[in-house]
């Protein structure tokens, strides 16, 4: 888990409906992105580190939401509700946090590691 004064970085691709989604703007924090595409962690108190260092936070601190049912992608004000239909769909979209191209169930409790390349999926 990521240490007050440590460094790290994950890449990020968001994808809603089957479309990629731009690429949050850099925002404040410990744990946040400067507008590259990537996750920045340098975690400066245990609020910020450890456990606490997990993409809850991070899209949290640049105004998004992301839960196993739910999730607004910072910038837009529509929240993406699991069971609703992507347009054009027949099926209920489903929510999904792929790491390193294996999906997970800690949704925003993952707390990202150095290296990693993270996709959130709603389709």
Do not use: M
């Not at 910038?75 to 347009?87: A, F, H, I, L, P």
Request: aromatic share 8%; hydrophobic share 30%; glycine share 12%.
């Amino acid at each position: 888990l990521p240490k007050v004064g440590d460094h790290w970085h994950a890449d990020l691709t968001v994808r809603i409906c089957g479309e990629e989604q731009t690429i949050i703007p850099a925002g404040p924090g410990d744990v946040n992105t400067h507008g590259d595409g990537r996750i920045h962690g340098h975690p400066k108190s245990a609020a910020t580190a450890y456990q606490n260092a997990n993409l809850g936070l991070f899209f949290r601190t640049h105004g998004g939401k992301f839960t196993k049912d739910e999730f607004q992608y910072p910038g837009q004000d529509r929240t993406w509700k699991v069971g609703e239909r992507c347009e054009g769909k027949d099926q209920p979209a489903a929510l999904k946090l792929l790491v390193n191209e294996k999906e997970r169930s800690d949704f925003d409790r993952y707390v990202p590691q150095d290296g990693d390349k993270i996709e959130v999926r709603y389709e």
